[in-house]
Structure formats: structure tokens, C-alpha cells
């Protein structure tokens, strides 16, 4: 079994540039994280935890800029074309944003959420994708998970959409 991590980040730097100027909001992060690990980042509110994921993930918004590795199974995602990395994107590596509020499309019912991405990605059936979301709402503790799936989100509480973008992850 090998003990390199599935995803090593080096140096990483984020700068964000705004009405007043250049923010470093990323100065010199590095981290290992293995399969199956959890990495907690904890900081104050504008501290740069946000933006060093989504530097991480390629997504930073406009006028920003990072610097560094971001090795993921190999690969560094700063280097790979948008088109290359949108074929690890939700496949092999996703993010669930701070508001699920804002990060599911409210005029979509959940299933629908759920189950998109498996049948582009994955290439599975109807049937199969809906199978799969039942089951990933109860993994991540959502009860009656068949009433939920014909859920709008705005008719879950913050804490259930929270676990829907959870499921969407995984």
C-alpha cells in the first residue's frame, strides 16, 4: 500500500486583487493529506481558509492569482488546462461551499442534484444515479431521504442542505 499522499500541496500562495489593491490572502501553505484522512483548517473570519481551496481547486475568482504545487494523485492541478481539470473535478476531487444556500440551485429539487452528476460523470442510468443518492443521503445522515429527494432546498433547514452539498461530494 502505498503511503504517498493523494494530495500534497507546496508553497501554495493566493493573492486576491481588489478595488484597493493586491491581498495575499495565501502565504506559503503546505499540507500532506492520505486517502481516507480528514484535514481540519481553522482560522479567523478573512483569514484565507476559503481562498486557499479554492486556489486549491483551480477556482479562484478573477483577478487573482496563485503560486505553488497542488498535487493531486500526481498531478499539478496548477498546471493542467480548465478542460483537464474539469475531467477531476467531480469525478475525483470536489468542494462543498461554506453556503449551501447559495450552492444549490433552488429552483431544482434534490434529486435532480444529486443524481445529474453521477449520470454525466459516471455514465449511470436514471434508475441507478436515484439508488445512489438515497444512499448517499443516508451516509450522510439525512433522514427520510425519499421525501427529501423531492425537496426543493429551500423547503430543507441550512443543516440538511449542508448534508445534501455533502453527499453532492462524494
Not at 24 to 31: P, Q, Y
Not at 104 to 115: A, D, G, H, Y
Request: charged fraction near 25%; proline fraction near 4%.
Amino acid at each position: 500500500m502505498s503511503t504517498e499522499p493523494v494530495l500534497r500541496v507546496r508553497d501554495l500562495r493566493a493573492h486576491i486583487g481588489t478595488t484597493r489593491g493586491v491581498v495575499r490572502a495565501v502565504d506559503g501553505v503546505s499540507l500532506d493529506l492520505g486517502r481516507a484522512q480528514a484535514l481540519g483548517v481553522v482560522g479567523e473570519s478573512g483569514s484565507g481558509k476559503s481562498v486557499m481551496a479554492r486556489a486549491i481547486m483551480g477556482i479562484l475568482p478573477a483577478r487573482s492569482g496563485c503560486s505553488g504545487e497542488v498535487l493531486f494523485q500526481g498531478r499539478d492541478l496548477l498546471v493542467l488546462s480548465r478542460k483537464a481539470r474539469a475531467q477531476v473535478w467531480g469525478k475525483q476531487i470536489a468542494m462543498v461551499f461554506q453556503d449551501p444556500g447559495r450552492s444549490l440551485n433552488p429552483v431544482v429539487r434534490v434529486e435532480r442534484q444529486l443524481t445529474e452528476g453521477m449520470r454525466r460523470h459516471l455514465g449511470v442510468g436514471r434508475s441507478e444515479a436515484r439508488g445512489r443518492a438515497l444512499d448517499l443521503l443516508r451516509e450522510v445522515g439525512v433522514p427520510d431521504p425519499e421525501k427529501r429527494l423531492r425537496n426543493f432546498p429551500h423547503e430543507l433547514s441550512g443543516g440538511m442542505r449542508q448534508r445534501v452539498m455533502i453527499a453532492t461530494a462524494l
